[in-house]
């Protein structure tokens, strides 16, 4: 079986190589990268894989690497996937998101008219920031949910969804629509919530910052899971989920950020730290609670967590910072 996975050198992108490397040693993996990707996360498999350079907003040269792979599965991660980013770069995160994807259904579309016998399955790593707004008798959120979302990121990933769906239908390309909850983790981007503040603690603890951690809206809830599991996740969908449907996959525990915070300065040496707002870190609109129904999912595949967020996810990707700060 060859795969192929978009946005390899990122985050979920790279634990989800790492668990196919790990547990199916048969697979050919192929993955694509920008000329100027970061490749710290994918070091340590970097020689056994292949690798093509492609921007997935280039058509033509997305058409040339599947035509070339021609893989079984494509796992497509690759994205703008920062959502106060999208509010600082509407326009490209919508062109990364829709147009990329586009690109990506498009170049099987047209290998598919051509070869009747090719007929691969695509994960869509969709979000539960395409529900956005949702309202207290609604929650826990099930796929059925209105999407309402809140931010550009949020629309941009609505269309993704929707434009698995579509060719589906039009195509029957085997589209699987999954809407993963927050997931973190080691090696998760120093942009994101938690991860942010357990970098700022590993730098308070090496003297770099002043003991005092920079924050935002604390009340927000959401849904975490450990990336190790949504990987997991990732690859049982495409064995055991519908083409065309859409599966939220997620915990099922929803936590405040202000519980994640206290979480994470309980693991620090330094017990005196003390915790400052920052208007900065504010968006126009935030989304108040994310918390998902996966049942569904669970019901197909058999998946569950396995790795706690709160005690063990947590102190990993604390630890993380800490060697490499």
């Known amino acids: 079986m060859k795969v192929l996975i978009t946005g390899i050198t990122g985050f979920a992108g790279s634990h989800l190589t790492d668990y ?3 547990d199916f040693p048969e697979i050919e993996i192929f993955g694509i990268k ?31 690497v599947i035509e070339l792979i021609r893989p079984d599965k494509i796992f497509h991660l690759a994205a703008q ?11 490209e995160t919508l062109m990364i998101n829709i147009a990329g994807q586009t690109n990506i259904l498009e170049a099987v579309q047209k290998i598919k008219a051509k070869e009747k016998d090719y007929d691969p399955i695509i994960l869509i790593a969709g979000s539960s920031e ?7 008798d609604e929650l826990p959120i099930k796929e059925n949910n209105i999407l309402r979302p ?5 629309v941009s990933k609505v269309c993704q969804d929707l434009l698995g769906f579509q060719y589906w239908h039009s195509y029957k390309i085997k589209v699987i629509r999954s809407r993963a909850f927050n997931h ?14 357990a970098q700022q603690i590993a730098k308070i603890e090496k003297g770099l910052l002043p003991p005092v951690i920079k924050v935002g809206n604390l009340e927000a809830k959401r849904d975490f899971t450990d990336v190790r599991d949504i990987v997991r996740a990732y690859w049982l969908a495409t064995e055991k989920c519908q083409p065309g449907e859409a599966y939220n996959i997620c915990s ?10 206290d979480k994470l300065l309980s693991l620090a040496k330094n017990k005196d730290i003390k915790v400052e707002p ?48």
Not at 82 to 91: F, G, M
Not at 150 to 154: A, E, K, Q, T, V
């Open 278 to 325: 920052d208007p900065a870190r504010m968006r126009p609109s935030d989304v108040p609670v994310l918390s998902g129904d996966s049942s569904r999912f669970r019901e197909l595949t058999g998946w569950e967590p396995k790795i706690d967020y709160l005690n063990q996810t947590l102190e990993e990707m604390l630890n993380y910072w800490r060697e490499r700060i």
């Open 34 to 64: 920008r000329w100027r990707s970061k490749t710290e996360n994918i070091e340590h498999f970097k020689d056994k894989i292949k690798f093509y350079e492609c921007d997935i907003k280039d058509a033509h040269n997305v058409y040339e």
């Open 150 to 154: 809140l931010s550009p990121y949020g």
């Open 81 to 91: 996937s920062y959502v106060p980013a999208s509010w600082d770069s509407p326009v």
């Open 184 to 197: 973190s983790g080691p090696r998760r981007g120093e942009v994101f919530v938690d991860s942010n503040f």
């Open 20 to 22: 196919l490397l790990a």
């Open 252 to 261: 099922g525990k929803d936590f405040t950020i202000q519980e994640v915070l």
């Open 130 to 136: 395409e529900y956005g707004l949702v309202f207290p």
